[in-house]
Every structure is written in structure tokens, then in C-alpha cells.
């Protein structure tokens, strides 16, 4: 069947003249998009809250068995995109592993990370960013700092669509320049960061962290399974496979990296934070603002929100740029119109996809209301993942597929290991997000069987 046929390789790597983008990145301006993907909402809220309702102290313990999965499957993904240096991410690589039917709920899979995760970012920054205008005594009016819902007298979240729309023009550049602000961006939350993890280490109290795992083990795998949304975007990394020098090496580098560089961050913050105040007194929307308060060190919890505001950013900005070229690979293989392939000559990008990517994720974050709708965003990426970590094993069993430079180790455990753990943290999601995902899916589903499939380059060439 044709929806079963794979992507050969060659066509892949050798795409036609006018749909290939340019490479301009090397291992650091990829670390950079990797980190400037991770760490964002999930440094600065998500210790604090997970902590109070879920882990207790014991938060570490959660967010480093989200990274053990995080980077299984990251090995994965270095290996695939080493050996297919194409653009796509999960979805390129599973057409020519799988075939085009997989490909697509691959595809449908990521566009439903990419999209509700930019769009709960922008929703979060936002709110920060209204925050910080209030410190500066300038007022937005509260209808317009949220989204549609009159009892609560907002009608329409401004800051968060302006800010999308921004990042989408800068975007329309090329990654090039678009990079040059992300490393900005990145070392300024970093600064931010570390000052937070050297003050808060005078007033940690070893009493805070007892006990140590006040809900017990399951309340420390329902936490690595809601901390898992603060590792969304390493995959995004590998969208960038085809703007990259030397995908074989820098691939890996960027993706194991910055993984890397993020758990350590995510546990130390962690520990810092819970050991400067009860973790019972941080279900709190600014947790790390908050401890810096009630030690008396209001100036950095100012700096904390500026790192915070600079941190979101980057994430939706490496959102925005997996989502664009996710449309653009579809557009290429004609899933998706033709035209979501058209790059402008200027900065050889994707111009349309990318405002249409982004004028869709400026209204779900200026008016649909999303703290529901987050998990799903997790179901998306654990989607991926389960089938990049099963498709590595049949990646290697393909003769006509060049080994790149990265090679999972422990060969055929990890990638087996990685599914299973992926699978596991799927149970660990609410009924609602199930459900909800799987309504995702079959609409989904009946896009490809309406256009998809009839229009698709490996139909017609039968």
C-alpha cells in the first residue's frame, strides 16, 4: 500500500534545488537552541509546584528519572540524525523507517507538542510580563491579559499574541539571525540561574529536605511524569539536522548535550529551592521568586522574573522554529499544500508555514484557555518517542541506510529500555489527556485520509 512506502534515503538527503535550507549552525549554536528550548517554564514554576502536590524534596529523584528517559530516547535521535541529516525530526525519520502512515501520526504527533506547548509558554510569560510592567507602574488593562473568559474579566491575552508574532517575524530572517537572539536570551537566564543557585545556597536548611519523600515513590514517578513537560523541545533540536555543518558529529553533540547541561540545572535549582523553604509552601505560580522573598532578597527575585521573561522566550522561539519545519517537511512531501515548501529568498526559510504555524498558536494562547491542555503536550513528545526508540532498531537492520556518526550504545537495551519507560510515563497521564489526545489523533487521521494520502509525492509516483 502506498501509505506503508518508505522514504528512500538518497531522495531524502540529496532533496531537490529550492526546498533545502541552508547549514549555518555549528555544536554551540546547537547546544544553545537545545537549552534555549529546555529551560523555561520548567526551572522556574515547575520545581515549586510538583514539589508541593507531588514529590516533596524528592522532586531531584523525579527530574532526573524524566532525563534517564529524556536521554534513552535522545541517543535515538542522535543516531537517526546522524545518519538522515534531513529536517523533520521524528516525522522525517519515520518514513523511511516505517512508511508514510506513521509518518503522519508522527507528524500530527509533534505539531500537538510544538503547538500546546508555545502556546502555554506564551500564556506564562505573559504573565510575567504584565508582572513585570506592574513593578514599572505600567498597567495593561486586565482584559486583555488573558484569555477568553468574562468571569474572570478577561477577553483576549495580548502580550502572549504579540510576543508569538514577533518571534514568528523574527523567524521569517532565517535561523541565522534568529539564533543570534537565542544566545542572548540563553545566557542571560543562565546568569540568572546561577545567581538564584548561589545566594539560595546560604539559606538552605537541611531540615527542609526531611523527609525526603513525603509522598513516596509514586508521588516521585507522577512527578517525573508532569516534570517531563521540562524537558519538551530537545527533540525540536533535531528539526534542525538539515541547517547544521557536519550533522554526523554536531547532531549528537547539541542534543546530548544540552540535555545534559539541563538536567544539572534542574536538579540543582531543585535542591536549592526545597532546601531554602518547606516544600509544603510552594504551590505557588513564582516558586523561585517566592523564596527569594521570604529570605529577604527581593532584588534577585527581580532578576529572577527579567531571566524568566528572557527564558520563555527562547522557548517559544525553538517551539515556533520545530513547528515551521515540521509544516515545511509535509508541505515537501505534499501531506501537507505545496506552498508550506516555499522558501524566501532573503533568508531561505519558510516563510508561510511559519506564519501559519504561528497565527494558529497567537490564538490558541490569546484566547483559548490551556492549563488543561498541557499533559497533552506530553503526549504528543512520549508519542515520538516511543516510536523513534523502537524505529532505531529497524533503522539498523536497513542496509540501504548509512551509518552516521553516533551509534546508540548497549544496543538493542537502551532502545528497548526507552520505549518501555515512555510507555510507562504515558500511564502515568490522566484519563482527561488520554482521551482528549485520542480525539487529536483520529481528526488527525481523517486529514491524511482526505488530502494527505491522495496528494502525497509516494502516491503518485504509485
Sequence with gaps: MNRLRKKDIHELIHQQKGTRLSRTLGPFDLIMLG????IGTGIFILPGTVAAL???PGIIFSFIIAAIVCSFAGMC???FASSIPVTGSAYTYSYTVFGELVAWIVAWALVLEYGLAAASVATGWSAYFVSLLKGLHITIPHALTGPFNPAEGTYLNLPAIVIVLLLAYLLTFGIKESNRLNKIMVLIKLSVIVLFIVVGAFYVKYDNWQPLLPFGWDGVFTGAALVFFAYLGFDAVSSAAEEVKNPQKTMPIGIIGSLFICTSLYVVVSL????????????????VSFAMGLVNQNWIAGFISLGAIAGMMTVILVFLYGGTRLLFALGRDRLLPKRMSQLNAKGNSPVFSTWIFSFLIAFCAGIVPLAKLTEMANMGTLLAFTIISLGVIFLRKDPNIPAGGFRVPFFPVIPIVSF???????TQLSAHTLIASGIWFVIGLLIYGLYGWKNSLMHKKG
Aim: aromatic letters at 10%; charged letters at 10%; hydrophobic letters at 50%.
Design 77 to 79: 535521535y542522535s543516531e
Design 35 to 38: 537549552v534555549g528550548a529546555i
Design 420 to 426: 518501555l519507560l515512555c510507555l510507562f510515563l504515558m
Design 272 to 287: 536549592v529551592l526545597t532546601g531554602m523553604v518547606s516544600y509544603t509552601k510552594l504551590n505557588v505560580s513564582d516558586p
Design 54 to 56: 507531588h514529590a516533596g
